[in-house]
């Protein structure tokens, strides 16, 4: 507490000297921004928003960096008076939720405090925040990483995850390392061939010492705990290969026997296989990716009080599905499975040359993705401390998820610009913890965008989405049903901006979602506000999801940089 | 040299973590004979009443005591099954055991005892219904009057009450389920446990009476025989927003010693901070 007042006061020092990047203590810099987000919401039962208690919700968060040389040191103020809709009560409160200190020298460097870390693709280890997910698990400890020659790089961790305002019980330690072949073997410095190879290992320490009921013989009357292991270890081997517009990238991690809430206290060891090809040449890109992920859910406590199921993940499996943009195309978000899944994405881009047939007078560009999400092929062999089931390596499961999309974009003038897109999503409920029939889901966009003058520019956007889905009062699900949306977009003096926009759920479905938001920006500050009904739903980034609750009534949103 | 000797400290650290395997005995679990608290959602509590807890503190050598047992027997006729009420055994003087009679005396009991500042003020009998405090005190009240508990428990039960609970328990093989239903009426800021606790009635044993003499034929009711769960109960694992439901299941080897027959289950829910009891409820073994 007495380190965070000291950081506080310094911090505070600092910024009354000057309020922009200015030259202090010798040349340091201080630099940072700061995120007002309120919303004041109301019951709507068609909907199913809900009277705001305390009328007002906010989030706010000021961070404050200050450098001087190698060193560096900062801090994050948050505060949740109260959380807004769809963040967890926990965060309710505020503080110095994040504060550290770090050296980065040439060959060592090292931080003291809260920091964010990733080995590899994050498969066994991953910290990072999100704060539209309200997601924050990063490490609390040491973090040190040593470059002893060119080309290669150690790193090592230590520390417990933040969990709201308090610290995880686990204990986290992990190690790295990465080379680059080309820059420590001289023969492949001038290759066009570029390889890395890394491998990296965690391990987390939670006492062992708590009573899990596993089986109870009533007939013998017997009752058997759980024996949990204190500690639990990942390790993964990885590789990035390049040549020319040529990549292949592979990682494979494993994972001891982590009997957990999550995975229902099975011994299996878990795995995960990721790869990714790709090939870029001008005017075209294309990538394939795939993974298989088998019990691979690693949090630093076995069954942290987390409703969210979000926090104190150690590691991060990468999300595989294109992050949708269109309000249709990202109504069901896919979120990543680490209990087990296999997954598949293709994407293509290409641009079709201007001056031709094809491309037209401006060239067009065509972006094709494609992804296949499936559950893992088991048998079941027994339950809580068993090893739970049998998954066969290759053949896949049940549908999770799958999509294809087609964008078109064309410059039409030198003012005007068309998106037409389509999308058809698959998607299984079971995903969000759900029974039921798969979703089928069309969806069409039209995105239309006239460039007045100079400052002057208006967008239209018009969608529609067709689904099989239909809406069960049991299953409350407001997503369901056939759905249009229209929006305006109007941008005017560079500095402003107002849009309209309408959801209508037209058929089959529940609600209308009217909605204006305005705008203002100038520098590096920004003010929206907006008024009106948001549909309930899930927002996913990186395949990592928040439930948002329905909301009727204004959203304002402050931020700035300095 | 130097990289080389980093290499080999951050790779023998790596070793020195490791991971601890289980090995499998039929699956990867331990016989295990102590209490276990088993949370899962619940369903809405039948009897929604209020209730009031009395816990006596008393001795088998004190001569008032048994002025307390007729006066709370009185205020247990007349409030029925909405006064709960146990006698705790603690390790003063008043409560040792004579010769040839069993030991009423409990670890927990005086665990309880020392907390209320019974056994250091030595005053017996003395009671204390729903751990209530004034302000940060106690409020340990004379059971000997009974004008003194109907107070107190009047003014319990004028409450409305914030969590209504149900207890049942049967049992096979010598191993007793305890089961409880919890329900939330009123939205509940403060982390609460729950506490199971188990009493025998109808024991004969010499007592000390009030003109002095030895009644070795005295019937002592509701004598505290262990506390189930913790002493100061389990956390309540679930929401506790009104209209929440949670069971709890446990466990539980019964002393051949008791009689069970004679046995009841007492379960209470109280705040975890200031440990003031919510509501109660009470079953016979079965």
Known sequence: MKTRFLLLTLALSVLTITANAQSVLGGGQVSGNIQIDGQISRADSVIGSSDVPSKLLSNARADILYTNGAFSAGLRFEAYQKPMLGFAPEYEGQGIANYFASYQGERLSITAGNYYEQFGNGLILRTYEDRYLGLDNSLFGFNVAYRPVTGVTLKGVLGKQRFYWEKGAGLVRGIDGEVSLNDVIKAMAESKTRITLGAGFVSKYEDNNVTIISRVDDVEGVQYKLALPANVAAGSVRMDLSHGGWGLQAEYARKSQDPNKMNQYIYKPGEALFLSGSYSQKGFSANIQAKRVDNMGFRSERNPNDKTGQMLYINYVPAITKQHTYAFLSMYPYATQTTGEMGFQGDVMLKLKKETLLGGKYGTDIHINSAVITGLDTTITGGMGTNGYEASYCALGDLYYGDVSVEIARKLSKQSKLTCTYGYVVFNPITEGHAGHLHHNNVVVADYTYKINKKNVIRFEAEWMGSDSQYDKNVDDKRAGDWIMGLVEYNFTSAFFVSLSDQYAYNDGVGNYPSINLGYTKGATRLQVGYGKQREGIVCIGGVCRQVPASNGLTFSLTTSF | ?286
């Open chain 2, 1 to 286: 040299m130097k990289k080389n000797i980093f290499i080999a400290i951050l790779a023998s650290l790596a070793f020195a973590w490791s991971c601890d395997k289980i090995e499998s005995n039929n699956g990867f679990y331990d016989e295990f004979a102590g209490v276990y608290v088993e949370n899962e959602e619940g369903t809405p509590v039948a009897d929604k009443s209020q209730r009031a807890f009395l816990e006596k503190y008393t001795g088998v050598r004190c001569v008032n005591c048994p002025t307390a047992d007729e006066a709370i027997a009185a205020q247990m006729a007349a409030y029925g099954d909405r006064l709960v009420a146990i006698s705790i055994h603690d390790s003063g003087a008043f409560t040792r055991p004579f010769d040839g009679n069993p030991d009423f005396r409990t670890d927990d009991g005086n665990t309880l005892s020392v907390f209320y500042g019974v056994a250091a003020g030595g005053s017996y009998p003395t009671s204390i219904i729903n751990r209530s405090l004034v302000g940060s005190t106690p409020e340990l009240i004379d059971p000997t009057q009974g004008a003194n508990i109907s107070a107190k428990v009047d003014a319990i039960l004028a409450q409305t009450p914030k969590v209504a609970i149900e207890v049942a328990s049967s049992t096979s093989n010598g191993t007793t389920k305890i089961t409880t239903n919890i329900e939330f009426l009123q939205d509940v800021d403060n982390e609460l446990t729950l506490t199971l606790l188990i009493i025998e009635d109808n024991i004969t044993a010499t007592q000390m009476m009030p003109d002095g003499t030895k009644d070795n034929n005295y019937v002592h009711g509701h004598v505290l025989r262990d506390v189930i769960t913790d002493v100061w109960g389990t956390v309540i694992d679930s929401d506790r927003r009104a209209g929440t439901c949670n069971k709890t299941s446990v466990r539980y080897t019964v002393s051949p010693a008791w009689v069970n027959a004679n046995c009841k289950i007492v379960a209470f829910i109280s705040n975890a901070a200031t440990r003031e009891v919510l509501n109660v409820a009470e079953c016979h073994l079965h």
